[in-house]
């Protein structure tokens, strides 16, 4: 036999107006629908919320997905319950059962409280009253006591116009806006720590992502690929699927390593990958680059460099992790679960090809003077060059 779930999808909706406020609630239930992939039976819309109707037996791991959506403030896994306005003893005795079966799943609580939401005014019981006689009579059932000021459960009942139903916890929702409601980011997505985090921080403001890696083969080895494909997988997941676009660098870099000042040849590289990366974002219609640079963090990442690099873009660059200290980027990269991917031991690109002595002051004159002896025709071949992996 199945028994029926429910788990209710809150979002804060005060900030949103008019049209925003569509848009919003189209993408969010785009993206909730994607995340419950054909589990859910229903999803139905309440006042800031979405009910999704599943198996009981579904609830823990269809809460987990729905945690990571975009957009949402909290997720609670619940048990439906029938409210019968003619029979005001029936619904609460029924609700009674409801509450007892959800406290008896979990460790047995030393005390327990009810608390009730009415938002369905037909109902002629108030919020409290619904409370007190629902809670004593979970209380003959389950011989737990209620505790009406510091109780170790708490049981909400909310009767709706939507959706009525029983539950305990308030799970946190991944908040942020809905993946699509601000247009597409192109991300240079490394192997390392930062880039799949500044790509996550994107979509966490609603950017929908495309990503570009630069591959230098046989320098780095398709090992180095496959994580960056891990990497691009664990992003795919908030959005439903991911372009990657690997870029061959490796002419690129033999070129810069061959003609010019071995103590620019780093932000040579960089200038180069924007180059590319502006044309690859306007085919695939991103509106800015995204990268995982943080100021100060290594030589390449002063402010001068920051700068050198931002002069090769036309579009804008993107740096969410700008400010961030290092162990605040590996604290989520725990909890996003890439950690363990871009630790995998592995080759980057610019490491190396990285002088002894790079560059901390750039200078824009000496570089455009620089990539004067450079062959331009590279570039355009290596956009052509570029392949399209579908994750
Ligand atoms: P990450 O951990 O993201 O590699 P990092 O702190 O190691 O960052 P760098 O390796 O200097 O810093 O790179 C700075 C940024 O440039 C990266 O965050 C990434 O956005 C981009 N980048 C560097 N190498 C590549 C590459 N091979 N392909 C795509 N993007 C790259
Ligand atoms: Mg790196």
């Known amino acids: 036999m199945s028994y029926p779930g429910l788990i209710v999808l809150r979002y804060g909706e005060l900030f949103l107006k008019g049209g925003n406020r569509r848009a919003f609630e189209r993408l969010l239930r785009r993206n909730v629908e994607r995340a419950l992939d054909g589990a859910a039976n229903t999803l139905e819309r309440g006042q800031g919320r979405l009910f999704a109707r599943c198996e009981q037996t579904e609830l823990p791991r269809l809460t987990r997905r729905l945690q990571r959506v ?54 002629p019981l108030t919020s409290i009253e619904i409370s007190q006689r629902v809670g004593g009579l979970v209380a003959e059932r389950t011989s737990i006591t209620p505790s009406m000021h510091h109780p170790e459960l708490g049981v909400g009942i909310e009767i709706g116009q939507q959706a009525s139903f029983v539950f305990v916890d308030r799970l946190p929702g991944a908040g942020g806006l809905p993946v699509g409601c601000e247009g597409r980011v192109a991300l240079l997505l490394s192997g390392g720590i930062d880039s799949p985090i500044a790509g996550h921080l994107m979509q966490k403001r609603g950017c929908e992502l495309v990503a570009i890696y630069f591959h230098s083969p046989p320098y780095t080895s398709t090992h180095a690929q496959d994580k960056v494909v891990q990497l691009g997988e664990r992003l795919a997941i908030a959005q439903g699927g991911l372009r990657l676009l690997v870029v061959p660098f490796t002419e690129i870099q033999c070129d810069i390593r061959d003609n010019a000042p ?36 290594v030589a390449s990442q002063t402010l001068h460099n920051l700068a050198c690099i931002e002069q090769a873009s036309e579009l804008p660059i993107l740096r969410p992790l700008l400010s961030y200290d290092k162990h605040d980027t590996i604290a989520l990269a725990r909890e996003l679960g890439t950690f363990e ?6 080759e980057d690109c610019c490491s190396l090809f990285v002088p002894k002595h790079p560059e901390t002051r750039g200078d824009p004159l000496k570089l455009a003077r620089a990539e004067r002896e450079l062959d331009s025709a590279l570039l355009d071949a290596a956009v052509e060059r570029t392949e399209r992996i579908d994750l």
């Open 262 to 297: 071995p103590r620019l040849a780093v932000l040579l590289y960089r200038r180069m990958m924007m180059r590319i990366a502006n044309a690859l974002a306007r085919r695939h219609d991103a509106l800015a680059l995204a990268t995982g640079e943080n100021l100060g963090q």
């Open 70 to 123: 975009f957009g949402l403030s909290s997720v609670s896994p619940a048990l439906p319950a029938t409210i019968d306005h003619q029979d005001i003893d029936g619904t609460i005795k029924h609700l009674a059962e409801v509450a007892a079966a959800i406290i008896e799943q979990r460790a047995r609580p030393a005390t327990f409280k009810v608390e009730t939401r009415r938002a369905d005014k037909r109902f």
């Open 341 to 346: 991917i871009s630790t995998l031991p592995h």
